[in-house]
């Protein structure tokens, strides 16, 4: 037979003016014990009913019942069915119940002698979600329920559990209707202070007292012992990802989670961030319950004053309801009380991730549900923990960022080098070699005829302007890198300017077929604030490297217009080879060679584009260069600040015929529009 109703509960509703206790084992225990040591010591015959909860528990105590049982016939031992426990009738009587039964959730002792009556009626409470602390020990299991020495209440349990017996057990009814008959007085009243703690024992009551404390000091050990465990075991992950991995991201994404199981908040938040950040992108989150994601989310900082607090004072911010305006922190989350209510904050815990002194970072925990929740120290020592480790972790991810930051940079300077060795070999050697033989031949040949040794001469001086051109350029380059370069700011006409860069152009272009140089200029240009000489020295440059690359059937366009109030924009386009669009970001680069530094078929030690985007963005513009691929021309541009002030009247387009540009035998067409 399974019974579902509880005995605690037909007490309690039998007579309402008890009031249940809580009790540890060890205390049921030793209550039981001392109402046994009762029965084993009494000269009369006394009524004993015990309820144990599993066969495994009765077996321990099977010993002392063998001895009650011979100083009294009315002892009734129930318990679950099982291997070692059945329903029988031999030195006492043995009550089985099915496992379903609510017995088996029951801890009941009923003891009515002459001189002596208690009863011990008691529940086993279920350990609470939250409660994984401590080792699973018996010790540590709570009872809910009654014990006292008051005569009705003791009848009144026997009653109850002489009832469920002949329930159980039929063939008992004409004995538990002795007991009844013997033991249970139906005209008893019940007392006027009656509330089920206890009774007139003293020692019984304070040894249960004792006991009572002794377990509750053991729980809250246990409960140490398991936070410092937790927070130990949590630490020791967290430190062994970063120990294994220097990527933040990992690392962030790793302690989000552990942290957030481990702290059953609703919402975990982890971020780096500094003292100046307006906000932050929150991509390391978890989440517990059902609660809306902040993944993604731009989460601000600059309008929230608890993270000024924080960032100023590097404390830790511990806010159990954020709805209490008489709370801590009140006037601060007023401030952001739309925040609060749109991610349905309730309670808040801020931990800065601080390294000597600076904010690198926050941990956030967010609980979400209706009820507010009190922070324990044991929360925020578990959080502190993590911190600690998370704000190493930043640090040395930084440092192997800059490392590698330092990296890439060595692995530049090394190409860079060996780029120099490359094109200085070439460039140097080449001429050199002209040089010598020229020389060496003149020296020899003293009967050579002029005509021969002019050439020879020419020859020679060609490739030292070559070489001196080399070494000026790497003179500039690296003044101008060093930015030890002094500029000489002007208003200028860009009119002026373009005129030099063609003049120098034809000046030292030989007799080789170029291709037509077009200019396209609007009439009335405003000055331009520039240094002259450095901007004639780039108009020159892009329009040689044009021309290198552009056949001479081709064409080359200068043009300047005026895409803002402040800067004017100059545009020289060829019809030429063309860049590839990948390679568009590293033209600008030193040494870039478009063919490769030994394979090209054009001269130059591609300084020429590194040099004119040092001194455009040292006169305050910007350089880039457009492609749509190979043999599809490319255009490169630059901007030059305007000169403040009215239209200058010098800043005047020069006009020409248009059918008929102007052109010089042996040098580049100049082809002027307005």
Same mark, same amino acid.
């Given at each position: ?22 009790? *540890? ?8 014990? #001392? ?17 144990? !909860? ?7 105590? #099977? ?33 089985? *119940? ?113 006991? !009572? ?43 989000? !989670? ?19 950040? #307006? ?215 860009? !009119? ?141 541009? *630059? ?36």
């Amino acid at each position: 037979m399974s019974n579902s109703t509880s005995v605690v509960e037909e007490l309690l509703s039998a007579i309402p003016q008890l009031r249940p206790s809580l009790y *540890f084992k060890t205390s049921l225990t030793a209550l039981s014990h #001392a109402m046994e040591d009762h029965v084993l010591a009494g000269a009369g015959k006394s009524l004993v009913i015990a309820s144990f !909860q599993q066969e495994r528990f009765y077996l321990q105590e #099977a010993n002392r019942y063998l001895r009650i049982a011979e100083s009294t016939d009315q002892v009734y031992v129930l318990s679950a069915l099982g291997t070692s426990f059945v329903s029988h009738s031999n030195n006492y009587e043995t009550i089985a *119940f099915q496992p379903d039964d609510a017995l088996t959730q029951e801890w009941h002792l009923v003891v009515i002698g002459a001189d002596y009556t208690a009863c011990l009626i008691c529940r086993e409470r279920s350990p609470e979600p939250s409660a994984n602390y401590g080792p699973s020990l018996d010790q540590t299991r709570r009872f809910e329920g009654i014990w006292t020495q008051d005569p009705y209440v003791s009848q009144k349990s026997a009653a109850i559990l002489l009832n469920r017996i002949a329930g159980y057990r039929p063939d008992l009814a004409d004995k538990t209707a002795i007991a009844h008959q013997r033991f249970i007085d139906p005209t008893l009243a019940p007392t006027t202070d009656l509330d089920g703690s206890g009774g007139p024992d003293p020692f019984t009551q304070r040894l249960v007292t004792y006991l !009572q404390a002794g377990q509750y000091k053991l729980l809250k050990a246990y409960k140490a012992i398991s936070a410092q465990e937790r927070r130990e075991r949590l630490v020791n992950s967290i430190t062994s990802v970063v120990r294994q991995s220097l990527d933040a991201t990992e690392i962030f994404s790793k302690a989000a !989670q552990e942290l957030g199981q481990a702290s059953q908040v609703c919402r975990c938040l982890i971020y780096p961030c500094s003292a100046t950040d #307006a906000s932050v992108l929150i991509t390391h989150q978890h989440l517990n319950n059902d609660v809306e994601s902040l993944l993604g989310e731009t989460w601000p900082l600059a309008t929230n004053p608890l993270f000024d607090y924080v960032q100023d004072t590097k404390e830790n911010i511990a806010i159990a309801d954020t709805q209490d305006q008489a709370a801590p922190f009140s006037q601060e989350l007023a401030i952001i009380q739309p925040l609060i209510e749109r991610w349905q904050i309730r309670s808040w815990l801020m931990v800065p991730l601080t390294y000597q002194g600076r904010l690198v970072g926050i941990i956030e925990l967010h609980h979400c549900q209706p009820q507010p929740h009190n922070w324990s120290e044991d929360d925020i020592a578990l959080v502190d923990a993590i911190a600690t480790q998370l704000s190493v972790a930043i640090i040395q991810a930084e440092a192997y960022a800059n490392l590698q930051d330092l990296n890439h940079q060595l692995e530049a300077l090394d190409r860079t080098r060996a780029n120099l060795i490359a094109i200085t070999g070439h460039e140097l050697r080449t001429p050199l070699s002209t040089i010598q033989v020229c020389l060496e031949s003149l020296a020899t040949e003293p009967d050579m005829p002029n005509k021969l040794r002019q050439i020879m001469l020419q020859s020679a001086l060609e490739d030292a302007e070559r070489m001196r051109k080399l070494v000026q350029d790497f003179l500039t380059l690296s003044r101008l890198e060093s930015g030890r370069v002094e500029w000489n700011l002007e208003s200028l006409s860009m !009119q002026e300017c373009v005129d030099l860069a063609l003049s120098s152009i034809r000046g030292s272009h030989d007799s080789t077929p170029a291709p037509t140089i077009k200019v396209k200029m609007p009439k009335q240009l405003p000055l331009v604030r520039a240094d002259g000489e450095w901007l004639v020295e780039v108009l020159v440059k892009l329009l040689d490297n044009a021309q290198k690359f552009t056949p001479a059937e081709g064409k080359i366009t200068i043009q300047v217009t005026r895409p803002s109030p402040t800067h004017l924009q100059v545009t020289i386009a060829d019809t030429g080879r063309g860049i590839e669009p990948s390679r568009l970001q590293i033209v600008f680069d030193r040494f870039y060679q478009e063919e490769g530094a030994l394979r090209r078929t054009t001269g130059g030690t591609g300084l020429g584009l590194a040099m004119c985007r040092q001194i455009v963005e040292g006169l305050g513009g910007a350089i880039w260069a457009e492609s749509e691929g190979k043999h599809k021309g490319s255009q490169f541009h *630059f901007t030059v600040p305007v000169a403040q002030g009215n239209l200058d009247s010098r800043n005047r387009t020069t006009k020409t015929n248009k059918q008929q540009p102007a052109t010089l035998p042996g040098n580049p067409s100049v082809l002027l529009d307005d």
